[in-house]
């Protein structure tokens, strides 16, 4: 199976609500995460990343969690807007690696 | 700097066909990327590319070859299209492949959709 996973394939929010989208990994040695967002009919464009020694990482209306002990990872949107709209995928990356592997994706719509 | 491009945007193919997708990016990046994206799935990786002429199998790599003959192209050649490679490919590249504390951030082209009938 996939090494990275997603617990819930689609999320749908209120404009202007919180998101939060999820991630499971499996591979405990990886010590790099990406979320990716993906817009309809174009590539995945990098949101954030955070590395494995550290706990939480905030961008711009966007936070990263990562729990290692449950291998668990977590995208935060605060303030959803329209062009949040898409699929978010989540990716890791163990130490000398040249691949990523990417989970399924969660498609996220906004409501207005 | 455009980043990384890829040509054509949309093609079809008949069956027992082939065909090159393009890949080229600009940004000197050692380390390039294909990978497939069926509708509703995940990116599933083709090939790749550690530098100019050094290329590996990803995890679906069957029905496709590679060349990297310059830092600058990585592209994917189909022989005998078959129906089940209908698909969106996508090329990346990055600068930094393994571990340590730079960016192992990839960067996507735009896409290619592909469909094979």
């Known amino acids: 199976g996939e090494s990275v996973g997603l617990h819930l394939p689609t999320l749908s929010v209120q404009e202007g609500d919180n998101s939060i989208i999820n991630c499971a990994y499996s591979?405990?040695?990886?010590?790099?995460f990406i979320w990716y967002k993906q817009e309809s009919g174009k590539g995945p464009q990098f949101i954030i990343d955070i590395r494995s020694n550290m706990d939480k990482r905030q961008g711009q209306r966007v936070t990263v969690l990562l729990n290692k002990t449950v291998k668990h990872l977590s995208l935060q949107i605060a303030a959803t807007q329209p062009g949040d709209s898409a699929v978010y995928f989540c990716?890791?990356?163990?130490?000398?690696?040249?691949?990523?592997?990417f989970g399924a994706g969660t498609t996220v719509t906004v409501r207005a | 700097n455009a980043g990384v491009t890829q040509t054509p945007k949309f093609h079809i193919l008949k069956i027992g066909q082939s065909m090159t997708l393009q890949c080229t990016q600009d940004m000197n990046h050692n380390y390039m990327y294909w990978y497939r994206q069926d509708p509703g799935m995940g990116l599933k990786l083709i090939y790749y590319?550690?530098?100019?002429?050094?290329?590996d199998k990803g995890e679906v790599p069957n029905g496709y070859n590679v060349s990297r003959s310059t830092t600058e192209d990585f592209p994917l050649r189909l022989e005998l299209a078959a129906p089940s490679q209908t698909s969106v490919y996508f090329c990346a590249s990055s600068s930094h492949g393994a571990s340590g504390g730079a960016k192992r951030e990839q960067y996507f082209g735009p896409g290619t959709r592909l469909t094979v009938t």
């Open positions: 591979n405990s040695a990886s010590d790099y």
């Open positions: 590319s550690v530098g100019a002429g050094i290329t």
């Open positions: 990716a890791e990356n163990p130490p000398n690696d040249y691949k990523l592997s």
